[in-house]
């Protein structure tokens, strides 16, 4: 089969013969034939041979015998043969077996091959090392199924190989050496059994997932934690997007506001709560937003039964050093806030229950003067002057003023009330508390009340404010028990202080006293809700924290010098406000202003309510005085009789508040109902949770208050009929 030139290899002109091995061209001389001529005999040898200046090769076994006349080679039996095709298959062998070797030891997963029956036949180093043996030989005498964590992930296994002969991507679990558990990504083929042969054998590759495998039931039972203490978190949590959305509300939305947190999802505020309520939530999204800081506030709620107030903590969510979204949560303060009012209210009557001994003296004191007088008064008409008598009447209405306003410190002092910050003048307020202060004092501390500047006027509530001064004075008692000294200082300062944020503060309120002092550590936490450093049942840990919000309300500031063994001095500062607004002023938000009244007098026609005989009848004298056409009736049933039989005369009513058969304010809306635009005008010697109590609230009435004279009386009458 070789062309015509072919015989000439034998002479190795124009072909080179290369060693199989090292691919070097073998010299002239070493070639078969060479040697056979030589008298060698060149058994059969593989060679590569070359064509010259051409790089195609072929594969040749050659052979060459020397053919001897005697002693002498006279020529040489050459021979060969092609052998291309059996090389390319044997190089094809060794290089599919060279990557498998390195397929199956280079491999970082495992490979085991097994018989279906459990035999380990096989394995690499890979899977070896993941199982924690000490050697391939050691894991060779185990039998399959003793790797398995769970047998029933083999029956699985062996189950899917039957139907389909392969397994992909299988989770299992296998047992370690040391007992511990190695979880596993599981490929796995089913080989057919030789000729002759029955089962086959299982080829499977496995990549250890453990770490993974472990990550994820991290995340799980964090996941499972984080779900627990959400549903059991005793309020709400939720997180919103830049664009207001929730993304995440716990479950507590659908016990308390009966609102599935799976219909929140995706929705804005807006589209959830009340537009008044869903403003609020927003502005303060956009606050922790623009800062990237915390914030907390107090908020409405719609609950299913009604309003509630909540706290919410809300803070920003970052991602690479940008805030991505808003979390929050918010816990229900309805019952605390009222439970808090509770024991402030606690503490006020605590307060008056140490006035009571004084005032009664003082006002036995107003009452002998009174009594003493009119005993004169009656006993000189006809016998003394006139101008006497007069004096004698001007002594009674004198101590009957100091009584009213005796009184009404005190329910003023013991009232519950709403909150209504108006301008008031700060140095007066404090002036006028200098009695009922020195009752709560008792004689063993000197109080020195120092006001230099009569006007010293705020933005505040007045209620709140006697709250605060109250607490600071019984505090300042309790801190000198043995006697001492407490000065009250109200001034305007030549020069305001200045808040980095906020107004500047004019207004300086001290109260100073001489006594035991506190430590650093007691010091910082005195404005801390219910911390007391008194007895057991000496405090509730309420005084000072009330004065804190009393004072951070009226957009103010405290601060506090305290010297142990010499004494505590609090510093309230306060913007000032100016007495009066011009005509057509704003007024700020929350704040009232007391309007001017007009004449007392006038011609209309007034239903008088009371029960009182003696007040009605003193009322009905002070109105007719006025002008007034007067309708009296002793309960709410007989002014129903009146009210029918003046037919539709009356232009105003005038009630008591709390009375037998039919109070005041059940009155108003029975005739209410005749004449939805009735004036009406409540009288009432009590404070304002009384008067609430019997359907009048007083935040949205008008009510002159008992005791009053003929000229307030007037004026507040006429107030309401002009309105």
Excluded at 113 to 134: E, H, K, Q, S
Excluded at 139 to 149: D, M, T
Aim: proline share 5%.
């Amino acid at each position: 089969g070789l062309s015509l030139e072919e015989p000439t290899m034998a002479f190795g002109s124009l072909y080179q013969f290369l060693d199989p091995e090292s691919e070097r061209v073998v010299p002239d001389d070493e070639t078969p034939l060479s040697r056979a001529l030589s008298g060698e005999v060149a058994p059969e040898r593989e060679y590569m041979i070359r064509r010259s200046n051409f790089s195609t090769r072929h594969w040749l076994a050659i052979s060459a015998h020397p053919l001897r006349d005697g002693s002498t080679v006279i020529a040489a039996l050459y021979s060969f043969r092609r052998i291309g095709d059996k090389k390319k298959r044997e190089i094809a062998l060794e290089a599919a077996g060279a990557l498998n070797d390195i397929i199956y030891q280079e491999n970082l997963a495992g490979i085991i091959r097994v018989t279906v029956d459990g035999r380990i036949l096989d394995c690499n180093d890979a899977i070896v090392d993941m199982l924690g043996f000490p050697s391939k030989k050691r894991l060779l005498s185990f039998r399959v199924e003793q790797l398995y964590y769970e047998p029933s992930d083999r029956e699985r296994i062996l189950r899917r190989l039957n139907n389909s002969r392969r397994v992909s991507k299988f989770e299992l679990c296998f047992r370690r050496n040391d007992g511990g558990r190695c979880w596993v990504l599981l490929n796995a083929r089913l080989l057919k059994p030789p000729p002759g042969e029955v089962g086959g054998t299982i080829v499977s590759s496995v990549v250890d997932i453990t770490e993974r495998k472990l990550q994820e039931e991290a995340i799980r039972q964090s996941e499972e934690r984080f779900t627990a203490f959400m549903q059991y978190l005793p309020g709400v949590a939720f997180i919103r997007d830049l664009t207001g959305r929730y993304r995440y509300h716990n479950q507590a939305s659908s016990r308390l506001f009966g609102i599935d947190p799976a219909d929140m999802i995706g929705k804005t505020s807006e589209e959830v709560w009340p537009p008044e309520h869903a403003a609020l939530y927003r502005d303060s999204d956009a606050l922790v937003i623009r800062t990237a800081r915390p914030a907390e506030y107090l908020a409405p709620v719609r609950h299913l039964d009604g309003i509630h107030s909540w706290l919410f903590h809300k803070f920003p969510i970052s991602v690479d050093g940008a805030v991505a979204m808003v979390g929050g949560i918010g816990v229900d303060v309805t019952e605390r806030s009222i439970l808090e009012d509770q024991l402030a209210q606690a503490r006020k009557m605590e307060a008056l229950g140490r006035l009571a001994g004084g005032v009664a003296h003082d006002f036995n004191n107003l009452l002998t003067v009174m009594a003493g007088y009119s005993q004169l008064a009656v006993e000189s008409i006809g016998n003394v002057p006139t101008d006497r008598v007069m004096s004698y009447l001007l002594e009674i209405l004198d101590s009957s003023r100091k009584a009213s306003d005796l009184t009404g410190q005190l329910l003023a002092f013991s009232r519950r009330q709403t909150v209504q910050p108006k301008v008031l003048n700060l140095a007066e307020l404090v002036l006028g508390m200098e009695r009922l202060l020195q009752r709560v004092l008792g004689e063993h501390i000197q109080l020195t009340v120092r006001c230099p500047y009569k006007n010293s006027f705020v933005q505040a509530d007045a209620n709140q404010m006697e709250q605060a001064i109250m607490n600071l004075a019984t505090n300042s008692r309790d801190a000198m028990p043995l006697g001492g000294q407490l000065q009250l200082s109200c001034e305007r300062l030549a020069t305001p202080l200045l808040q980095e944020n906020g107004p500047p503060l004019n207004v300086l309120l001290e109260v100073r006293d001489t006594g035991i002092g506190m430590e650093d550590e007691e010091r910082s936490r005195i404005f801390d809700p219910f911390y007391t450093s008194k007895e057991p049942g000496k405090g509730t840990g309420l005084g000072l924290s009330t004065v804190y919000g009393v004072v951070k309300q009226a957009n103010g500031r405290i601060d506090v010098e305290s010297i142990p063994g010499e004494g505590t001095v609090f510093r309230l500062w306060f913007p000032e406000t100016a007495e009066s607004l011009p005509e057509g002023g704003t007024l700020p938000e929350g704040v009232t202003k007391e309007r001017s009244g007009g004449p007392a007098k006038g011609k209309e026609t007034v239903l008088l309510v009371e029960d009182e005989a003696a007040v009605r009848d003193l009322v009905e004298t002070i109105l007719t005085r006025f002008g007034y056409r007067v309708l009296a009736a002793d309960s709410g049933p007989a002014a129903l009789l009146v009210w029918e039989n003046a037919g539709g005369t009356v232009d105003v009513v005038l009630t008591d508040v709390i009375m037998p058969q039919m109070s005041g304010g059940e009155l108003a809306d029975r005739l209410r109902v005749l004449n939805p635009r009735l004036r009406v005008l409540f009288m009432s010697g009590y404070t304002d949770d009384m008067i609430s109590s019997h359907g009048v609230l007083t935040g949205e009435i008008q009510l002159v208050q008992k005791p009053f004279t003929a000229e307030s009386l007037g004026k507040k009458l006429r107030d309401v009929l002009d309105a």
